[in-house]
């Protein structure tokens, strides 16, 4: 049987890349230009015809915002859109949105993470894709780490009410003593806890680190307090403390990833188990891309939704 080959290439002022045959769009009035590019994902606004980026934490995706799918005429909505894929929608545009899969489309990798070819993509704030694998309790958004002696945001912000039942960190360069801390704000958010999440986690081994659970010193425990409903001590001749967990759904306020290690030569990447309405995978990425620390990149995706 002969198979179908896609040299992909990136179009020139156009958003779809390739596809199997038709393609499928619906239009639909845009409420708000905010993060409103062409290949964003995109999920309903106010009313059911009305259309705002998606963030994975709010409602169901519907698509991504295309661009040449829409006649650039002179009626009051056709003529809003934007003369590249590079600016903006404006708002109340008629925009269409790609749907329906079976095809290629530029899509936006959101800031402050990495990518590789054949990932599951998942939709996050500003209708960016963040990469994620499936995990106990939700989908791992993953977040690289390298030495950081003093507290580092990560360039990844959880969207408002996003859920975050865990956070798990697999080690590829350890060293003997290392650990890490990873928690949520900058220094200067309002609740910010720069080790919320993991607390004093050892990073001796490389592989999959374990939460510390249950230690005779309550301290020795390295599931952070954002994620921890209370400590128990148990009744038995152990005596030791165990962590009952809590979900931590974020506010909106607190919204920046940070971590700090210990002084050492150390790297790997953390999972932050996600759960949201609209928070699961919707493509797969069709080409590496490597750590964005300043600014949304894009990459070429085959659609899942």
Same mark, same amino acid.
């Given at each position: 049987?002969?198979? /179908?080959?896609?040299?992909?290439?990136?179009?020139?002022?156009?958003?779809?890349?390739?596809?199997?045959?038709?393609?499928?769009?619906?239009?639909?009035?845009?409420?708000?230009?905010?993060?409103?590019?062409?290949?964003?994902?995109?999920?309903?606004?106010?009313?059911?015809?009305?259309?705002?980026?998606?963030?994975?934490? %709010?409602?169901?995706?519907?698509?991504?915002?295309? *661009?040449?799918?829409?006649? !650039?005429?002179? =009626?009051?909505?056709?003529?809003?859109?934007?003369?590249?894929?590079? %600016?903006?929608?404006?708002?109340?545009?008629?925009?269409?949105?790609?749907?329906?899969?079976?095809?290629?489309?530029?899509?936006?990798?959101?800031?402050?993470?990495?990518?590789?070819?054949?990932?599951?993509?998942?939709?996050?704030?500003?209708?960016? !894709?963040?990469?994620?694998?499936?995990?106990?309790?939700?989908?791992?958004?993953?977040?690289? *780490? =390298?030495?950081?002696?003093?507290?580092?945001? =990560?360039?990844?912000?959880?969207?408002?009410?996003?859920?975050?039942?865990?956070?798990?960190?697999?080690?590829? %360069?350890?060293?003997?003593?290392?650990? @890490?801390? @990873?928690?949520?704000?900058?220094?200067?958010?309002?609740? *910010?806890?720069?080790?919320?999440?993991?607390?004093?986690?050892?990073?001796?081994?490389?592989?999959?680190?374990?939460?510390?659970?249950?230690? =005779?010193?309550?301290?020795?425990?390295? !599931?952070?307090?954002?994620?921890?409903?209370?400590?128990?001590?148990?009744?038995?001749?152990?005596?030791?403390? *165990?962590?009952?967990?809590? !979900?931590?759904?974020?506010?909106?306020?607190?919204?920046?990833?940070?971590?700090?290690?210990? /002084?050492?030569?150390?790297?790997? /990447?953390?999972?932050?188990?996600?759960?949201?309405?609209?928070?699961?995978?919707?493509?797969?990425?069709?080409?590496?891309?490597?750590?964005?620390?300043?600014?949304? %990149?894009?990459?070429?995706?085959?659609?899942?939704?």
């Amino acid at each position: 049987m002969a198979q /179908d080959y896609f040299g992909f290439k990136k179009p020139s002022n156009k958003i779809i890349v390739a596809a199997i045959g038709n393609i499928f769009y619906t239009e639909y009035y845009l409420e708000s230009a905010t993060n409103a590019y062409a290949g964003r994902v995109a999920m309903s606004g106010t009313n059911a015809d009305d259309l705002v980026v998606a963030d994975g934490a %709010t409602a169901m995706p519907l698509g991504f915002i295309g *661009f040449e799918q829409s006649f !650039l005429g002179s =009626t009051s909505y056709t003529a809003n859109r934007p003369a590249t894929v590079d %600016t903006i929608w404006t708002s109340g545009a008629k925009v269409p949105v790609i749907m329906g899969g079976g095809f290629w489309i530029v899509g936006a990798i959101a800031i402050g993470v990495k990518v590789a070819k054949g990932d599951l993509l998942a939709p996050w704030g500003g209708g960016t !894709l963040v990469p994620v694998v499936p995990l106990m309790g939700g989908y791992g958004v993953r977040i690289p *780490f =390298t030495k950081q002696a003093t507290e580092a945001d =990560t360039g990844i912000d959880l969207p408002s009410g996003m859920i975050v039942s865990d956070v798990m960190v697999k080690c590829t %360069t350890n060293a003997g003593s290392a650990t @890490i801390d @990873i928690g949520l704000g900058d220094g200067t958010e309002s609740g *910010f806890d720069a080790d919320g999440f993991v607390d004093g986690a050892s990073l001796a081994t490389a592989g999959w680190v374990q939460h510390i659970d249950g230690d =005779t010193t309550e301290a020795n425990n390295t !599931l952070g307090a954002l994620l921890v409903k209370a400590s128990v001590k148990s009744a038995d001749t152990s005596a030791k403390y *165990f962590d009952l967990k809590k !979900l931590h759904v974020c506010d909106g306020t607190c919204v920046s990833i940070s971590y700090t290690t210990s /002084d050492h030569t150390v790297a790997g /990447d953390m999972y932050v188990i996600c759960n949201g309405l609209g928070f699961y995978p919707v493509a797969i990425a069709e080409e590496d891309i490597t750590t964005a620390t300043s600014a949304v %990149t894009d990459c070429m995706v085959r659609s899942l939704i």
